[in-house]
């Protein structure tokens, strides 16, 4: 199972682009990339999902390099709601089991 | 409205006694979830199921049980063998195929003393 490694914490400001970035070494042909958000005392909401170069949806970025080791979330213009804990996950699809391992993930605070 | 649901918000209970968190989805997934978060920490699989009357152990299964006799639903028993059950507990569904979105309840907050 690939595991990943991303900052503990992260403090930004309000207006600022913010990137978090997630090393994930041995990650496995067939992985994808999967970013999640997690505000206090509520389950986690996808984010975005990635395999190579770069995803854009309506609230973020996901750029991976060619190797793949590792992957960088972009948000835009951040916001004081934008405080939460992100994840970065890798999926397993070795076994087929569509299992998931979510590690301590980034604390992301923005100040005004 | 489509969605993930978890009862109890909070439930309390006396160590010892076995409790069963409840999870429904009306999403027509095949795939469940379980997943205990402890203050600051990530999340840890208790247990998964990719389709009725089927279930596997996730990373913490010890002193958890659950079933899958329908689709919609998914419960979770915290037993007494748990030696510490109290935690937020985490319900999620996914439609079940490859490496897709996981749909996330709004959790149970488990207190045992």
């Known amino acids: 199972l690939a595991k990943t490694t991303q900052p503990i914490s992260m403090d930004s400001y309000e207006g600022q682009e913010v990137n978090i970035t997630c090393s994930h070494n041995n990650i496995a042909t067939n992985d994808y990339i999967t970013w999640y958000q997690q505000f206090p005392s509520q389950g986690p909401r996808f984010i975005i999902q990635g395999y190579k170069t770069k995803v854009t949806n309506e609230v973020a970025s996901l750029f991976i390099p060619a190797d793949r080791k590792s992957s960088t979330l972009s948000l835009p213009r951040v916001s004081l709601s934008d405080t939460a804990v992100y994840y970065c996950?890798?999926?397993?699809?070795?076994?087929?089991?569509?299992?998931?391992?979510f590690g301590t993930g980034t604390r992301l605070k923005v100040l005004a | 409205d489509g969605g993930i649901t978890q009862s109890p918000k909070y439930l309390f209970r006396k160590e010892g006694q076995n409790v069963t968190l409840s999870c429904e989805q009306n999403l027509n997934h095949d795939a469940m979830y379980w997943y205990r978060q402890d203050p600051g920490q990530g999340l840890r699989l208790i247990y998964y199921?990719?389709?009725?009357?089927?279930?596997q152990k996730g990373d913490i299964a010890e002193g958890y049980s659950v079933s899958r006799e329908k689709k919609e639903s998914f419960p979770l028993t915290v037993t007494s063998a748990q030696k510490n059950p109290t935690a937020f507990y985490l319900c999620?569904?996914?439609?079940?195929?490859?490496?897709?979105?996981?749909?996330f309840g709004p959790g149970t907050r488990l207190t045992v003393t």
């Open positions: 199921s990719q389709i009725v009357n089927d279930f």
């Open positions: 996950l890798v999926g397993d699809l070795t076994s087929g089991t569509y299992k998931y391992i």
């Open positions: 999620a569904s996914s439609i079940g195929r490859d490496v897709d979105e996981q749909y």
